[in-house]
């Protein structure tokens, strides 16, 4: 593979991960609207919320078969349109039915969608020897930045979902399917050597189980911020309607900002160091959100929050990789079922313990959850992290 190769491989996936950012934040941002439009109702709801990571996860599972098959760069490409086109389903129907169909699709789509860029990004960060895995999923919180900035615009203009999504799907999908000409797979010889205890073959999940943990401790934390934040600040810290709406974007930026640098702090420290740290701050972060006086202390408590939760997703699928070299398809497609775990378990669980017992304590839970990625840090590899068992590229190799 050229390094032209790399650099083309590598920026079609980036823009592969920012158009999926675009697209599920537009889903989930306009959740009222969507319930609105199909009449459904608060007890309906949440099956229909719980749906689309249940099946996501049977899409991941679904993908580590077919991968065996075909390259991840296919189901990526085919299953990038079916996300959008299902997205623009969910703004054109009129039934439940309709809105059950579109929801189901996306949901299945997306598995495959999350599995198969992983599985690139993976293999190209293999290829170039160095940490460039959080710069894909900056690209996604840029993504999801600007999916949440449209999904304002139509929301304060009263524009239909369509309206709101066809302009969006329009432009993305064929930017997507251009892009989708130059996706990579690193590859390299080292991908076929011996590493760790099962690296050759078969995934053993007894060595893949800390990172599993991990992963749904990350989005536990990931979806106490985006479903409760606003509801805490208001309701426990006594913020205005318009405040309450704030800690979510600063959580995003603070998010894309972290994963935009993150890279060179894995360079610079190895992964294990920036994993401790970011699981310090965010557990932080929910401490300060936790004994916050004021509206203002929460906002700096969601804003530590950004900053420590964004490098722990990226690096748990690098070091899935780096783990089972010679089959790190298989190992990122086991690994993101436990993305869809935690952000199932994580509302669910903040909400039954603010009502039942009080929202300040509640937020203690996601903290030790956080927490409990120290006793696995080890588990993200040797510092500095190595690619393929120690075969790293030397840096006259870069690319990119």
């Known amino acids: 593979m050229t390094d032209a190769g790399l650099r083309h491989g590598r920026a079609s996936l980036g823009l592969s991960f920012g158009v999926q950012g675009v697209a599920f934040a537009l889903l989930v941002t306009r959740i009222p609207a969507i319930q609105d439009q199909y009449g459904i109702s608060d007890g309906l709801l949440p099956v229909f919320l719980a749906a689309v990571p249940i099946l996501a996860g049977a899409g991941s599972v679904a993908t580590e078969k077919v991968v065996a098959r075909v390259r991840p760069g296919v189901v990526l490409r085919w299953s990038q349109p079916l996300v959008l086109l299902a997205l623009l389903g969910v703004g054109a129907g009129r039934e439940v039915w309709h809105v059950a169909v579109a929801l189901g699709v996306f949901g299945l789509a997306v598995g495959a969608l999350d599995a198969s860029m992983n599985m690139l990004g993976v293999s190209l960060q293999r290829a170039y020897g160095r940490s460039i895995m959080l710069g894909f999923h900056a690209a996604y919180s840029l993504g999801g930045i600007a999916g949440a900035s449209l999904a304002w615009a139509g929301a304060r203009w009263d524009l239909s979902l369509l309206v709101s999504y066809l302009p969006v799907v329009v432009v993305l999908l064929p930017a997507a399917l251009v892009g989708s000409r130059w996706y990579t797979e690193g590859g390299g010889p080292e991908a076929k050597e011996s590493g760790p205890a099962g690296a050759g073959g078969a995934v053993s999940f007894r060595l893949l189980l800390p990172l599993c943990l991990v992963m749904s401790f990350a989005y536990i934390g990931d979806s106490t911020v985006s479903n409760w934040s606003a509801k805490y600040l208001q309701d426990v810290l006594g913020s205005s309607e318009q405040l309450a709406t704030v800690p979510y974007n600063v959580y995003m930026v603070t998010t894309l900002l972290g994963r935009a640098v993150g890279d060179l702090g894995v360079r610079r420290f190895g992964a294990v160091a920036v994993v401790r740290g970011g699981s310090l701050l965010a557990?932080?972060?929910?401490?300060?959100?936790?004994?916050?006086?004021?509206?203002?202390?929460?906002?700096?408590?969601?804003?530590?929050?950004?900053?420590?939760?964004?490098?722990?997703?990226?690096?748990?699928?690098?070091?899935?990789?780096?783990?089972?070299?010679?089959?790190?398809?298989?190992?990122?497609?086991?690994?993101?079922?436990?993305?869809?775990?935690g952000f199932l378990v994580g509302s669910p669980l903040v909400g039954a313990l603010g009502d039942a017992w009080s929202y300040r304590g509640a937020m203690l839970v996601p903290m030790v959850l956080v927490l409990a990625t120290l006793v696995y840090a080890r588990a993200f590899g040797p510092e500095p992290a190595r690619y393929g068992g120690g075969h790293e590229r030397p840096h006259t190799a870069d690319v990119g």
């Open 283 to 341: 557990a932080g972060g929910f401490a300060v959100v936790a004994v916050a006086p004021g509206a203002w202390a929460g906002m700096l408590g969601f804003t530590m929050l950004g900053f420590g939760l964004c490098v722990i997703v990226p690096q748990t699928f690098a070091a899935a990789g780096r783990m089972f070299p010679g089959n790190s398809d298989a190992a990122v497609a086991r690994l993101n079922i436990f993305n869809y775990v």
